[in-house]
């Protein structure tokens, strides 16, 4: 017997950082693969309002699930310098949304590259660093970086950054992230 898996939709909020706060609304789905909804002009699918999501929703008959999922989003975190205080499931999180907006948009994510085995080393890293399977009377694991292992992931970062803001039609002031 074959089950046919159906299409879950969350109704995405993205703040994003930069000179200030700029909302914009997506809905993602997951199933056999996860992504955004599109439109036709091939960037991410966004309202400027919750209202205007959920209408689009409703009139295309899409089922979002309650509550709304919160991305703060901001360029200079990504900055920072010492990765061993920061919190490893807030970027697995980043990563893996940057991965799905990337799929959407047919892009290449450099956090996606299988031949940079220090890209999965980090990744590997986070995921690990997030202690989803440790008990609460288990050591927990805490990443040590190198500087090499800094340096990329900055650039994964910014390269997500920087797919999520062209999916979402945000200019970037310099060329560069702000």
């Known amino acids: 017997m074959s089950e046919k898996i159906s ?9 994003i950082i930069r000179e ?7 809905i993602w789905y997951t199933d056999d693969l996860d992504g955004f909804l599109t439109g036709q002009d091939g960037k991410l699918k966004s309202f400027p309002t919750k209202r205007e999501a959920e209408a689009f929703a409703k009139a295309e008959g899409l089922w979002l699930r309650e509550g709304i999922v919160t991305y703060l989003i901001a360029a200079s975190i990504y900055r920072k310098k010492n990765l061993g205080k920061f919190d490893c499931v807030l970027y697995l999180d980043h990563w893996n949304i940057f991965s799905d907006a990337a799929h959407s948009l047919n892009r290449r994510f450099l956090g996606d590259n299988r031949e940079q085995a220090v ?6 890293k986070l995921f690990y ?5 440790v008990r609460e009377d288990e050591k927990h694991y805490v990443p040590k970086w190198s500087k090499k292992e800094r ?18 039609n945000i200019t970037q002031s310099g060329g560069g992230i702000v």
Not at 7 to 15: M, N, P, V
Not at 20 to 26: N, V
Not at 129 to 133: E, F, H, M, Q
């Open 151 to 168: 340096r990329w992931f900055a650039k994964v970062m910014e390269d997500g950054f920087g797919i999520l803001s062209q999916g979402l």
């Open 7 to 15: 299409r879950t939709y969350d109704l995405i909020r993205f703040q």
């Open 129 to 133: 660093g997030c202690n989803l399977l």
């Open 20 to 26: 200030k706060c700029e909302e914009y609304y997506t």
């Open 119 to 124: 890209i999965q080393r980090i990744y590997e």
